[in-house]
């Protein structure tokens, strides 16, 4: 109940926060200005354009799939952030820490609310391509809770480490030790096998957010799911969701021994 | 035997400007206790421990040395914190809320269950005199309508206990009259209140105990009227003061008044014996002696300058 009015009023102040409307507006933005090159290829009925146009519409697909992807893990890692950044610099903590409530669950009900937000932006974009797959002609035939299920937990596990941070750290520091972390997988998750020695550790302890990737489930071309047995997708989600637990209880602990005052 | 409301003892803390390396000690061995029902001011001027011990009080920060407990519940506590109303100093709320949803939401997460959690809200801000604006967004409000929109979601759950860290803090005067009153009813209800002022008149007014902290050192602590009656005069009232009497009475070092039908001498306290004596075979008829009280600020400067000077 309380961890639920908690995540509820976190909820409730993003869908107010002047970031995210702004963030909101420029994706919107973006959005129109891809679908008008693909409204206009449409208005050319020529048979010439058919393959042209299948070849355009999958790229715009592929592009919008990795901006929400790359942008996602940004939103979920500064909504972490902020709700608890937020708290602890205007002072409301003090009069919802005064409430019998225990830290962990003030902590829990803030990240339930940030899921809640990605919740909204992954079924939003899906809808956008979707969206963009329709106004080209294309169809998507896929499991829907693969595209639903597997960015909601890469975006869990970003905001359990940058909940983790911001328990010690400020938030500026957060996001800048985000975005290395996730220059950092990219870059590990794609090197030849000739630094296998430095990816081994870095694996370990990174995560592997290309495992969690739903585009690995996805052909383009075809717009279908791979035949992948589904020991393989409760291995890849558990290994998500055992990574975002660990990151948040830690930061649980770190939460629990730090000092509640006005930043 | 029942715990106090609060207990402090031999209390620490010393915060560390983590890479500045500085130390800055805000508390040094404080104990104190606050007994049930009691209205007790914790005062002290500024940067001296008051906000500091408040939040040690309700479990934001971690003493580093002593023992603190609130109800016999380690701060923090959720059985501590089920019956303590909390005033913070600088009440910061959320802008976009209404004060009827802020409330709700404190309600939810004190976890009471109502039946009608409509009237129990709207009897308080009617309390607060907010019941006007309960649909108005707190963004909207002036600092006063918000510290006593504070007071109210202090009162939340009718708590035992109730924490005010400046609780009259950007209100008018006749904003701290009625907190001042409220402050008297919930007394006369016999709830505990442990608070903060740096307006004396009012602590004056509304409390029972004192306790005094300056520099994180506590300076002193107990009951008000005692407090105020360490002053070490006396005044004796007399119908009538020959000339002769009075030079002999202003040669002890008695300060002498002569306003309306009285004469009002005051005097050191070991005088007061033998000036009375002296007065009586005089022919003075004696109306009254009395010792002289300070007012609380008197007290509180004199107390705090000398902690300063030690």
Known sequence: ?263 | MAAPAIEFSDVTKTYQRRFAGVRVPALSGVSFEVARGEVCAFLGPNGAGKTTSMSILMGFIYADQGRSSVFGYVPGDVRAKERIGFLPENFAFYRYLTAEKLLQFHLRLSGRRLANPGALIADLLAKVRLDGYAGLKIGKYSRGMVQRLGIAQALLGNPELLVLDEPTSGLDPAGRKEVRDLILALKAEGKTIFLSSHILSEVEQICDRVIIIDRGHLVRAGGLQEMLAEGNRVEIVVDQLPESLELAVKEWGALVDRKGKRVRISADTSQKRALAEMLWAGGCDIVSLTPMKNSLEETFLKLVAKGGAE
């Open chain 1, 1 to 263: 109940m309380k961890v639920r009015t908690i995540a509820l009023s976190t909820f409730g102040s993003f869908l107010r926060n002047k970031v995210i409307i702004l963030f909101c507006s420029l994706f919107v933005c973006i959005v129109l200005l891809m679908m008008s090159p693909l409204l206009a290829y449409k208005s050319m009925t020529g048979a010439a354009n058919a393959q042209q146009m299948q070849g355009f519409v999958l790229n715009e697909v592929a592009m919008v799939m990795s901006m929400v992807s790359g942008f996602g893990s940004l939103l979920a890692a500064w909504a972490a952030a902020d709700s608890v950044a937020g708290e602890m610099k205007s002072g409301t903590i003090l009069a919802v820490m005064a409430r019998p409530l225990r830290r962990w669950q003030f902590l829990a009900g803030k990240y339930l609310g940030v899921l809640m937000l990605m919740a909204v932006y992954v079924i939003a974009m899906l809808g956008v391509t979707f969206l963009l797959a329709w106004l080209g002609g294309q169809r998507f035939h896929t499991s829907l809770w693969v595209l639903l299920v597997y960015p909601l937990v890469r975006y869990a596990i970003w905001a359990a480490i940058s909940m983790l941070l911001v328990t010690s750290l400020h938030p500026v520091f957060v996001m800048g030790i985000v975005i290395v972390l996730a220059t950092l997988i990219q870059i590990f998750g794609s090197v030849s096998h000739t630094l296998r020695w430095v990816r081994l550790p870095v694996h370990l302890v990174l995560p592997l957010t290309n495992l969690l990737s739903e585009e690995r489930f996805l052909t383009i071309t075809r717009a279908s799911l791979k035949p992948y047995p589904w020991t393989n997708h409760l291995t890849a989600l558990a290994y998500g969701l055992d990574y975002s637990l660990v990151c948040f209880l830690l930061a649980v602990v770190v939460f629990q021994r730090r000092s509640l005052s006005r930043d």
